[in-house]
């Protein structure tokens, strides 16, 4: 079974935010494979089906981002699932808007949502998607940046980047994350 967990904050006042990416994605996958996301527990909101014929939960926090990891530790303890079955969709800046990275593990970086499921968790070998938002023009304005409206001309540019980011999912639950790096980094 596959934890697919889409970071962002869940109020309507951020739903159309950068720092949305991962909700964003969780959205789409639920909307292709026909899963309702309408499930409320375990500090998040959930639901369950299938993507190329494996078993998969979507996730997506409802602690506001900086607390994220609370509610991916309380699903990961109740159905124990493993490490290596865990997929983290969030945004960074460090990759252009339009544009995915996909990684077997590794640290935090710099977004809070990561460090808070890394720290609740108690380990950094789950894989994760990143999703570039692009940085600002000046890197004093980031939290405005994340959590501020995206501007029209931006938006299809992002639009791709969750796309990737969904295709990249169900390339790794059908062909393994080996073969969806060398398809999408």
Known sequence: MYL?????????????????MGFNT?????KQFEIG????????????GS??????????PQTFMNLSGESVKEIVQFYKIEMEQIIVI?????IEPGSIKIRKMGGPGTHNG???????????N??????????PEKKENLVEYVL???????KEKLEQGIKQAKEAVIEIIKNGIDIAMNKFN
């Open 37 to 48: 996301v309408n499930k409320n527990k375990f500090k998040g909101l959930y639901g369950s």
């Open 4 to 20: 697919i967990v889409g970071l962002g904050n869940p109020e309507k006042d951020y739903s159309s935010t950068r720092h949305n």
């Open 148 to 154: 501020g409206a995206i501007p029209e001309e931006e």
């Open 126 to 135: 789950f894989k994760r998607i990143r999703v570039g938002i692009g940085m």
């Open 90 to 94: 969030y945004d960074d800046i460090d």
């Open 114 to 124: 990561m460090k808070s499921v890394v720290h609740e968790l108690n380990t950094q």
């Open 26 to 30: 969780i959205n789409q996958l639920a």
């Open 51 to 60: 993507i190329e014929g494996e078993k998969i939960i979507l996730l997506k």
